[in-house]
């Protein structure tokens, strides 16, 4: 099974700061990684898919790069409504496996 | 609208069952395939199962292997997870999710499975 670590677990940052979140696969799955966005109660929504490809109605503030084994997140200029646990997923191989997530709070 | 509505959770005792339905509705549902994620509660996603569009293909997590089926019907636009020896880690919300261009895209609002000893 591929395994999907993502860093920090959880980062506290302001509204208008620039955040970065990791995701590092056990091996190669090239560019087959999603990101998605969960706030509480509700489903999780696919925000990059194929690494760096922006979801249709996603905002530009978020963009993602990386292949490999080494992913990344970025918002550029957080919004109050971007405040949610984000998690990255491989499609590569099945199991399809998720990170642990990484809860963004308010600072 | 592109929707997905889940249904058939509920508090069932250690060792039951209960058989999970997703109603899809705004797109054609036997072109996609279809997947089970859940969530236990206050904890991350996990991957539960894959159907192709045709039905022809399954997919399951080691950790449901054996005891969960899912199975679809196209002409009713559903697809169904049953779950069978059901155990106290496998409480969680169940999402069914469209599986599109190898992506989940979109969710259902989910549906929650307790299992109490």
């Known amino acids: 099974d591929i395994q999907m670590t993502q860093s920090p677990s959880s980062v506290s940052a302001s509204v208008g700061d620039r955040v970065t979140i990791t995701c590092r696969a056990s091996?190669?799955?090239?560019?087959?990684l999603g990101w998605y966005q969960q706030k509480p109660g509700k489903a999780p929504k696919l925000l990059i898919y194929d690494a760096t490809s922006l979801q249709s109605g996603v905002p530009s503030r978020f963009s993602g790069s990386g292949s490999g084994t080494d992913f990344t997140l970025t918002i550029s200029s957080l919004q109050p409504e971007d405040f949610a646990t984000y998690y990255c997923?491989?499609?590569?191989?099945?199991?399809?496996?998720f990170g642990q997530g990484t809860r963004l709070e308010i600072k | 609208e592109v929707q997905l509505v889940e249904s058939g959770g509920g508090l069932v005792q250690t060792g039951g069952s209960l058989r999970l339905s997703c109603a899809a509705s705004?797109?054609?549902?036997?072109?996609?395939?279809m997947n089970w994620v859940r969530q236990a509660p206050g904890k991350g996603l996990e991957w539960v199962s894959y159907?192709?569009?045709?039905?022809?293909?399954?997919y399951y997590a080691d950790s449901v292997k054996g005891r969960f089926i899912i199975s679809r019907d196209n002409a009713k636009n559903s697809v169904s997870l049953q779950v069978n020896s059901l155990r106290a880690e496998d409480t969680a919300v169940y999402y069914c999710?469209?599986?599109?261009?190898?992506?989940?895209?979109?969710w259902g609002q989910g549906t929650l499975v307790t299992v109490s000893s």
């Open positions: 997923q491989q499609a590569k191989s099945f199991p399809i496996t």
């Open positions: 159907i192709s569009s045709s039905g022809t293909t399954t």
């Open positions: 999710a469209t599986e599109y261009s190898n992506w989940f895209d979109p």
């Open positions: 705004g797109f054609t549902f036997s072109s996609f395939n």
């Open positions: 091996q190669g799955i090239a560019s087959w």
